[in-house]
């Protein structure tokens, strides 16, 4: 059964085009992140959720934002798509309590890929 | 700034053949190694997880082992199988953030 779900599994969208990407959880867990895959390199943490506070990698453009109304759900929000923003996008989950943070093991959705036309 | 490297990039193996996957990591100050599978177009899968204090893991056919002094860690897989065929993944947490730093991979292919 699908604990992390990411939907959809393929989004096409036009240049500039505002574009939200899914994620929902039933594992409960506290923390949620998003990564960027492009082609044949490493995943790349562009933020995450500790609870309700919202963290910012210093090189993710402000063209990315996200939102969590809940534990279950967070949301990526690309506002304007260029054609460098193709790529895999992948939710993460994991369980953190304080100084235990960096432990846990981090739980991936199958991801999204994103094109952009 | 840490840095994940993985060798090889590219891996084909025949049936049977047992195999191992390399990776280095520049700041041996983690907390912790995950070792990732990758089918194409899909998610990560986490295959095992060594916390620092540890030296190694196994799960099934996969036993991973950690040398953080070296800064090094490998991914032994015995009896390879068609199935095993994907690009292996492993990623390092480290310093006050909850982030992973993940190597680009090893595209491992398994022939009959």
């Known amino acids: 059964d699908a604990m992390v779900i990411q939907n959809p599994r393929y989004q096409v969208t036009q240049f500039g085009k505002p574009v939200t990407l899914s994620c929902s959880q039933t594992l409960n867990h506290n923390v949620m992140y998003w990564y960027q895959q492009k082609s044949s390199q490493a995943p790349k943490l562009l933020f995450h959720?500790?609870?309700?506070?919202?963290?910012n990698e210093a090189d993710t453009p402000d063209n990315f934002q996200s939102r969590r109304p809940n534990t279950s759900f967070c949301f990526l929000d690309i506002r304007s798509p260029g054609l460098g923003d193709a790529a895999m996008y992948l939710c993460?989950?994991?369980?953190?309590?304080?100084?235990?943070?960096?432990?846990?093991?981090?739980?991936f959705g199958a991801g999204t890929r994103l094109s952009v036309l | 700034k840490q840095e994940v490297t993985q060798i090889p990039a590219a891996l084909s193996v025949p049936e049977g053949e047992n195999l191992v996957l390399n990776c280095s990591f520049t700041?041996?100050?983690?907390?912790?190694l995950q070792w990732f599978r990758q089918d194409p177009g899909k998610g990560l899968t986490s295959l095992l997880l060594?916390?620092?204090?540890?030296r190694e893991q196994t799960s099934g056919r996969l036993n991973a082992s950690l040398d953080k002094s070296s800064g090094r860690s490998t991914l032994y897989i015995a009896a390879s199988q068609p199935g095993d065929s994907a690009t292996y993944l492993c990623a390092v947490t480290a310093g006050t953030a909850s982030k992973l730093t993940f190597g680009t991979g090893t595209r491992l292919q398994v022939t009959l």
């Open positions: 959720y500790y609870d309700k506070d919202f963290n």
């Open positions: 993460a989950t994991s369980r953190a309590q304080g100084a235990g943070m960096s432990k846990n093991i981090q739980y």
């Open positions: 700041d041996s100050a983690i907390y912790n």
């Open positions: 060594i916390q620092s204090s540890q």
